[in-house]
């Protein structure tokens, strides 16, 4: 039920990432103090809730969901994947880990939060109960990190086990080329478009490719590699680059998927509108467009201006200036640290590329921003120090005449906006939230009897009435277009991902591809298409 699995503020819990370690040494020996017949119990029980959770994050709706797969993937993915992969074949561990799974489920009634177990609530409220412990609602339970490592691993589990292409994840025994794609009924590599295992032409080709390129010192794996802080020096840089890539390695099939909400082939697009009705409204294919202002810029071939001495690695691009709506691409310099500061004026920020680490004061561990993070800056928040990993670029729209909204302060400095307990980072990440993890709605069910297609769908990212503005994320699948539209106030379109076709009713039509931008005069009617054509299935 992917359409119930998000709520505001996830990331924070899950950026941490604490929870999950410290329950071991919370719980010790009453996490693995259990009989073995205790431990078969558990493990049947959790069976139950596996399935249940998988059929929660990843549902059945146009495509093959953790359903279809049913009763093998659960059990492969307990039984195989979480116990071998997870927690190294050690039983020890594994048993402490149905325990944790158990208790997600069986804990809600005892500590007041609802009358019904995990597995006997409906999917919404399991929905709603999931992401009451990712947000760490129950920290003060006492129960707060048995919750959120079963969670977790369960969360981490199932993604992996369908995105590793189940049941089709095992080489066949003496088959030289391995059949992964084209599965009936679809793959998780089927819907993520992925082409499976290198092959022999592809390998040669690789090999010519990587051997005309020059080695780059210091950036081999060693045998012993000691981990420094990331702001103690550029080599803290290149172990944690290392380290990061690792971890892609393992987890990049979810990370692809996460990061908008789009799979393979579809176009997601990034919509802020203001000053005005931000409904779509459908208008007839003979609407002429009368208003100027219909622009578009590629962000990342425009020359960028500094935000000044305070903030050396910090650049900008304006894309769009006037009054009460300004929108512009920012730019992070890698490995530059962008010291504590506090925002002039409010701000709405969508990360786009690139990881940047957020410094936390002493015990607190850093958090780690990836794209696809939203994040609204209410004006007067406290925020940063923050050091970019990799280059991170996003997208900025504010509607107050100053810029750059930054100014900088004491590290001492604590905004008023704060609550008790949070810094200005954690208390920014309260209010925003993963894009990917919205659920999206199809137009058509938006807009019923307005001539939108299948096809072609919404999320509502935030609508914030103080300042008038509402930021969407729109998706169109292979092969779709918009009937022509028009937006009532102004509006700007960013390519997050795929390629998309733009055609003003009366004018030409442009292809834009990711971080490319348009903006959009208010009243302006344009159609929207994937040029990528549909080849999967026919009807839904």
Same mark, same amino acid.
């Given at each position: 039920m992917q359409r119930v699995f998000s709520r505001r503020a996830f990331f924070l819990k899950i950026a941490k990432g604490a929870g999950a370690v410290a329950a071991y040494e919370k719980f010790g020996s009453r996490l693995f103090g259990e009989t073995a017949a205790d431990d078969v119990a558990n493990f049947n029980s959790a069976l139950k809730i596996f399935s249940a959770f998988g059929q929660l994050v990843i549902p059945v709706d146009d495509v093959p969901g953790w359903a279809t797969f049913e009763p093998g993937i659960t059990m492969y993915g307990l039984d195989t994947y979480i116990r071998q992969v997870f927690s190294i074949g050690n039983n020890t561990a594994f048993n402490g880990l149905l325990q944790a799974i158990v208790g997600f489920n069986n804990l809600p009634p005892l500590i007041g939060y609802s009358g019904s177990t995990f597995t006997n609530m409906n999917i919404t409220a399991q929905g709603n109960y999931l992401t009451s412990v990712l947000?760490?609602?129950?920290?003060?339970?006492?129960?707060?990190?048995?919750?959120?490592?079963?969670?977790?691993?369960?969360?981490?589990?199932?993604?992996?086990?369908?995105?590793?292409?189940?049941?089709?994840?095992?080489?066949?025994?003496?088959?030289?080329?391995?059949?992964?794609? &084209?599965?009936?009924?679809?793959?998780?590599?089927?819907?993520?478009?992925?082409?499976?295992?290198?092959?022999?032409?592809?390998?040669?080709?690789?090999?010519?490719k990587s051997g005309r390129r020059a080695r780059v010192p210091g950036c081999g794996l060693a045998k012993s590699v000691h981990l420094r802080p990331a702001v103690d020096g550029r080599s803290g840089y290149l172990m944690r680059r290392t380290q990061f890539l690792i971890l892609l390695g393992c987890f990049g099939v979810s990370l692809a998927l996460a990061q908008f909400g789009g799979r393979a082939n579809e176009v997601v697009i990034y919509?802020?509108?203001?000053? &005005?009705?931000?409904?779509?409204?459908?208008?007839? %294919?003979?609407?002429?467009?009368?208003?100027?202002?219909?622009?578009?810029?590629?962000?990342?071939?425009?020359?960028?201006?500094? #935000?000044?001495?305070?903030?050396?690695?910090?650049?900008f691009v304006s894309l769009?200036?006037?009054?009460?709506?300004?929108?512009?691409?920012?730019?992070?310099?890698?490995?530059?640290?962008?010291?504590?500061?506090? #925002?002039? &004026?409010?701000?709405?920020?969508?990360?786009?590329?690139?990881?940047?680490?957020?410094?936390?004061?002493?015990?607190? %561990?850093?958090?780690?921003?990836?794209?696809?993070l939203f994040a609204p800056f209410p004006q007067g928040v406290d925020f940063g120090p923050e050091?970019?990993?990799?280059?991170?670029?996003?997208?900025?729209?504010?509607?107050?005449?100053?810029?750059?909204?930054?100014?900088a302060i004491d590290p001492s400095f604590t905004s008023p906006l704060d609550p008790p307990g949070l810094t200005g980072n954690e208390y920014v990440l309260t209010l925003g939230q993963f894009g990917a993890l919205i659920p999206w709605v199809e137009l058509k069910d938006t807009y019923p009897g307005a001539g939108w297609p299948q096809g072609i769908d919404g999320r509502l990212v935030e609508q914030d009435s103080a300042l008038g503005s509402t930021i969407r994320m729109i998706r169109l699948r292979p092969g779709r277009q918009t009937p022509p539209f028009v937006i009532r106030a102004n509006t700007h379109l960013a390519v997050l991902q795929g390629t998309v076709t733009i055609k003003p009713t009366n004018g030409t039509a442009t292809v834009l591809s990711k971080n490319q931008y348009a903006f959009i005069p208010n009243g302006f009617a344009i159609t929207l298409s994937n040029p990528v054509a549909y080849t999967g299935p026919t009807g839904k």
């Open positions: 947000i760490g609602q129950f920290e003060n339970d006492g129960v707060g990190d048995i919750l959120s490592f079963g969670a977790i691993f369960m969360l981490l589990g199932a993604k992996q086990t369908f995105f590793l292409n189940y049941p089709h994840h095992t080489a066949t025994r003496g088959v030289d080329i391995q059949q992964v794609t &084209g599965n009936n009924p679809p793959t998780g590599w089927d819907i993520m478009g992925f082409k499976g295992p290198v092959q022999l032409d592809e390998e040669t080709a690789l090999r010519a919509a802020v509108s203001s000053k &005005g009705n931000t409904n779509f409204q459908t208008v007839p %294919a003979t609407t002429a467009n009368t208003q100027p202002g219909f622009q578009i810029i590629d962000p990342l071939q425009q020359p960028v201006e500094p #935000f000044g001495p305070d903030f050396p690695g910090e650049f769009h200036l006037e009054a009460n709506d300004n929108f512009r691409f920012i730019i992070q310099k890698e490995g530059i640290l962008t010291q504590h500061n506090q #925002f002039q &004026g409010p701000a709405k920020v969508m990360i786009v590329e690139g990881l940047d680490r957020l410094i936390l004061p002493d015990p607190k %561990a850093p958090i780690d921003l990836t794209a696809g050091l970019p990993i990799f280059e991170a670029h996003s997208f900025l729209w504010t509607p107050s005449p100053i810029f750059p909204l930054l100014k």
